[in-house]
C-alpha cells in the first residue's frame, strides 16, 4: 500500500560534536520529531512471505513498515539492506545479542561490506549474556548505559536508513514490529540521540 509520493535528497551524515564530558549523573531529556505525513510507504504484515519478498527493494523517500512475525531479526534485515545499500556504516542499539548476530556482523567487516560497526548496549547484557558481551568487547566498538531502544542506522554516501523497531539482535518466534525510514531529518534526529548516548555510556 502506498501513499502519496514525495521526493526527498539524501545528505551526508553530520556527527554531533562532544561537548566536554559527561557524567553519569546527567540525565538525558526527553526529545522528539514531528514527521511529515506526506512521506510514502509501505505496508508489510504477511507472516507467510520470506525477508527478500516481504520488504523488498528500498526506495529514496519511501518508508517501509513491517511485521516480522519470528522471520528475521534485526541484524538480518541489516545483512540484507547491505545487499541493496552496498558498503556501509552501521550504528545500532541493541537489548540482546546473539552469538550467531555476532558472527554475521564480523564477517560484513571482514568482507568490507561494513565500512564501520558500532554498537550501544544495555547494562543487563554484561551478566545476562556474558559469552556474547565478551565477543562484543573483543570485536566491535560498543558503549553500555540503560537501553532499551532498538534502532540502527545504515549510512554511505548515498543512503541514510533509519530502522527503528521491537526486534533485538536476537532470534526468536514472536511478532516483531518495525519501520525502515529512509527520511534524512529522521536519520539525523537519531544519530544525534545515539551518538549523545554513547559518548555517555561505559565500556
Avoid at 1 to 12: C, D, G, H, N
Avoid at 25 to 54: G, H, M, Y
Avoid at 83 to 89: A, D, I, R, T, Y
Avoid at 122 to 150: E, G, L
Wanted: a positive charge; hydrophobic letters at 35%.
Amino acid at each position: 500500500m502506498l501513499l502519496s509520493s514525495s521526493t526527498i535528497k539524501p545528505t551526508l551524515p553530520q556527527l554531533p560534536k562532544a561537548k566536554g564530558k559527561h557524567t553519569r549523573r546527567e540525565k538525558l531529556q526527553p526529545v522528539s520529531l514531528v514527521e511529515d505525513t506526506t512521506q510514502p510507504s509501505t505496508f508489510i504484515s504477511d507472516r507467510e512471505i520470506a525477508l527478500t519478498k516481504a520488504i523488498g527493494k528500498i526506495e529514496h523517500g519511501k518508508n517501509t513498515h513491517y511485521y516480522s512475525f519470528g522471520n528475521f531479526n534485526l541484524v538480518r534485515l541489516i545483512v540484507y539492506l547491505l545487499k541493496q545499500l552496498g558498503p556501509s556504516h552501521v550504528f545500532m542499539s541493541s537489548y540482546s545479542f546473539s552469538t550467531k548476530s555476532i558472527h554475521q556482523l564480523n564477517h560484513l567487516l571482514e568482507k568490507k561490506q561494513l565500512l564501520s560497526f558500532r554498537v550501544l548496549l544495555d547494562n543487563r547484557v554484561r551478566s545476562i549474556s556474558p559469552k556474547p558481551f565478551q565477543m562484543i568487547a573483543a570485536s566491535f566498538d560498543y558503549r553500555c548505559t540503560s537501553v532499551h531502544a532498538k534502532t540502527a542506522l545504515i549510512y554511505n554516501d548515498t543512503w541514510q536508513i533509519a530502522i527503528v523497531t521491537s526486534q533485538n539482535a536476537t532470534d526468536n518466534p514472536k511478532m516483531e514490529r518495525g519501520i525502515i525510514f529512509t527520511d534524512p531529518e529522521i536519520f539525523q534526529f537519531d544519530l544525534q540521540n545515539l551518538t549523545n548516548a554513547f559518548q555517555r555510556g561505559t565500556t
